[in-house]
């Protein structure tokens, strides 16, 4: 199993251009989450959904934009990048969002906005 | 509201000594509790999750300790080996939404 996959690794955007920040898992794992990681702060909830055709909205969710069509793939959409959002991303996936469910996450990705 | 402290910040130790790690949380209700590692450049790993009933769980050469009356809980390293060096992290499920809540993590260097 590959587990969590996340594409790109890297990535410089300009102020106001979109893009996907792609995410995969082959653990047959219906819930899955995108977060956040800036210097300095704990991990923050971007989205999630909790299976395929549900997503909700986590903590910092503006500015961004997911859905959920399969069971293995959950992209994260940046319509027009801010300085802000300049971060690290990672995605993570488990059996569900609740209880003592090991969470499995992606390997990151670094996004630089200028 | 819902927050998860931990300490020290940062730590250096060498090799072979041993190290205890601090978190305090004020999440409530509380579900479990997780020690994840991190290494430089990598996602999350975990390395333990515990219930409100577990007081002590160990992962190899770390040690996870619980204490749900006083909110807090500590991951002890035994024998610190250099591919130990990364960022430790507390994270706590629970909160009216039983959302995964996160430490700011520790950052431990092991110098030989």
């Known amino acids: 199993n590959a587990g969590v996959t996340q594409t790109p690794k890297f990535q410089v955007l300009k102020t106001g251009q979109s893009m996907t920040l792609q995410c995969a898992q082959d653990m047959n794992h219906e819930y899955m989450s995108w977060y956040r990681q800036d210097p300095g702060m704990g991990l923050r909830l971007i989205h999630y959904s909790v299976g395929a055709g549900i997503t909700d909205q986590g903590e910092v969710p503006n500015g961004y934009n997911v859905s959920r069509s399969t069971t293995e793939d959950f992209p994260l959409r940046l319509l027009s990048a801010a300085p802000s959002q300049t971060s690290v991303y990672f995605c993570?996936?488990?059996?569900?969002?609740?209880?003592?469910?090991?969470?499995?996450f992606g390997p990151g990705t670094r996004l630089t906005v200028t | 509201k819902n927050q998860v402290e931990q300490s020290p910040q940062s730590l250096i130790i060498l090799e072979g000594k041993n190290c205890t790690l601090q978190c305090n949380y004020t999440v409530s209700p509380f579900s479990n509790l997780r020690w994840y590692k991190q290494d430089t450049g990598r996602g999350p790993v975990s390395l333990t999750i515990?219930?409100?009933?577990?007081n002590t769980k160990s992962n190899g050469r770390y040690t996870a300790t619980l204490d749900a009356d006083t909110k807090q809980s500590s991951l002890h390293i035994t024998a610190s080996q250099l591919s130990d060096s990364a960022s430790y992290i507390c994270v706590v499920r629970g909160g009216s939404q039983g959302n995964l809540i996160f430490g700011k993590g520790t950052k431990l260097s092991v110098k030989p």
């Open positions: 515990m219930t409100f009933s577990e």
């Open positions: 993570a996936s488990s059996s569900t969002g609740t209880g003592v469910y090991e969470q499995y």
